[in-house]
């Protein structure tokens, strides 16, 4: 029998400054060095280390819609590379522009759901229209927007920049909607699956979310569990065409300094067999002394699916590149043609891929209260954020105790009648393909969100 976690012997009814948050918050890490996986664990903080926000809602990767829903506009394979890179750079906005912090644990069946009124008005990315302009055709490069000011990696800013805009609180232009569901199919490991939909542009998006993580005692390391084979996204009206994109591992760092921050040093990957087409991004880790630099570098490159044995930059033969990417993740990313090295191209034959810093998170269109379940996250955890806002953390606490207690019953319950869990809305909990499927109340949920009808009335 798995024994009970350690736990932090705090004052909850006294507010903590930021600084008394930290202490408690390594106190309780230090209790873990050397477990193999911190998320298995599952342990749980004091209401006042958490983040008012439940985890199905906080961890999704449309930060920007708009990118998304930029995914397959153009007719070229490499266009439609950089269109998934751009979604790709936008999908952390949210630890770009905000603080790293600690969402509630999910209980087993909870379940979120949303869309997004996405703005369709992201640059279209056009390479042909590039080169011709590179080499001094400027009128056919009608679909790159010009720009005058600010800098790429202390150099003039680009000549060109297909960056997507901020998307409007209340768009006044053309809107496309993208809807959202997810749900926690397993508790051991915790699992979640969702999925993205926009049948207006013919875009679906799924996968598995699983992280591991690791307290080294200065940092916590965090990788995709076993089940998170990355993002899936399919492209219906170009016969399926899909991508996968595999996550970096990434390491949340500055415990000991009191200002936490998320850093990444490993390889991200881009693929898809029916174009042949693969991106491999490097994030540079950053060294032990000076500031962080935050740099990505990049390569898209001609590959064998049946052969696919590159997983470093180095190894790509010039011969199989046909774009370079390079630039700050958390700031702005530029890609050049051709397999010349980034750095040899003048900064006005570079173009502008992303450009975070206008950018910040997109807002969500939700369920009202009374359309919403009792296991519907939002609804779920009402009381603890309730609690946590009006700084009434021992209540907070004690509700979500009650909330935990509560799925430790329903799964004695299960064991003692020996029944298996099914999740409502996939029909996997896990799957080794990493691309969980809808059942067909996953399907009306969709199909109801997409015409902004919240109501569950016949489906659970």
Not at 162 to 187: D, F, K, M
Not at 425 to 437: C, E, H, N, S, Y
Not at 446 to 456: C, F, N, P, T
């Amino acid at each position: 029998m798995a024994s009970t976690p350690p736990t932090a012997h705090v004052d909850e009814d006294t507010p903590q400054n930021e600084g008394s948050k930290l202490k408690t918050f390594i106190s309780i890490l230090r209790k873990f060095i050397g477990v193999a996986d911190l998320a298995a664990v599952r342990f749980s903080l004091p209401s006042q280390l958490l983040e008012p926000t439940p985890n199905l809602e906080y961890w999704n990767y449309l930060d920007n819609p708009s990118a998304f829903a930029a995914i397959g506009t153009s007719d070229e394979p490499l266009d439609r590379m950089l269109e998934v890179l751009r979604f790709w750079f936008t999908k952390d906005l949210k630890y770009v522009k905000g603080k790293p912090c600690k969402p509630y644990n999910s209980c087993l069946g909870e379940f979120f759901r949303c869309n997004w009124e996405a703005e369709d008005n992201a640059p279209r990315i056009d390479t042909k229209s590039l080169q011709a302009s590179s080499s001094g055709n400027a009128s056919s490069a009608s679909s790159v927007k010009s720009v005058k000011s600010a800098k790429v990696n202390g150099d003039p800013r680009t000549a060109s920049t297909v960056s997507v805009v901020q998307t409007a609180t209340n768009p006044t232009g053309p809107t496309v909607r993208i809807s959202y569901l997810t749900e926690q199919t397993s508790h051991h490991p915790p699992v979640s699956a969702f999925y993205v939909s926009c049948p207006e542009k013919g875009l679906h998006a799924r996968g598995f979310d699983q992280i591991s993580a690791k307290f080294t005692g200065t940092a916590i390391k965090v990788a995709p569990g076993e089940h998170n084979l990355g993002i899936f996204i399919t492209l219906e009206k170009r016969d399926n065409e899909t991508y996968q994109l595999k996550h970096p591992a990434a390491h949340l760092g500055g415990i000991l300094r009191g200002s936490l921050s998320v850093s990444v040093g490993d390889y991200a990957y881009a693929t898809c067999p029916r174009t042949k087409l693969k991106a491999i991004l490097h994030y540079i880790e950053d060294g032990w002394l000076g500031r962080a630099q935050n740099k990505v570098e990049g390569v898209i490159f001609k590959y064998d699916p049946e052969k696919d044995d590159k997983t470093r930059i180095k190894d790509v033969p010039d011969a199989d590149v046909v774009a370079r990417l390079g630039g700050v993740w958390k700031d702005r990313i530029v890609f050049t043609l051709g397999p010349k090295p980034l750095d040899s191209h003048p900064p006005d034959k570079q173009t502008t891929i992303i450009d975070l810093n206008p950018l910040t998170v997109a807002p969500k269109a939700i369920p009202p209260k009374e359309k919403q379940a009792e296991n519907e996250s939002l609804t779920l955890w009402d009381g603890v954020t309730q609690a946590i806002l009006s700084k009434q953390f021992s209540k907070a606490t004690n509700v979500k105790v009650e909330l935990e207690e509560k799925q430790r019953e329903k799964a004695r319950e299960r064991e003692r009648k020996n029944e298996t869990w099914k999740p409502v809305f996939f029909d996997q909990a896990t799957d080794k393909r990493g691309t969980p499927d809808l059942t067909e109340k996953g399907r009306q949920v969709l199909e109801r969100a997409q015409k902004g009808d919240w109501s569950l009335e016949g489906i659970i």
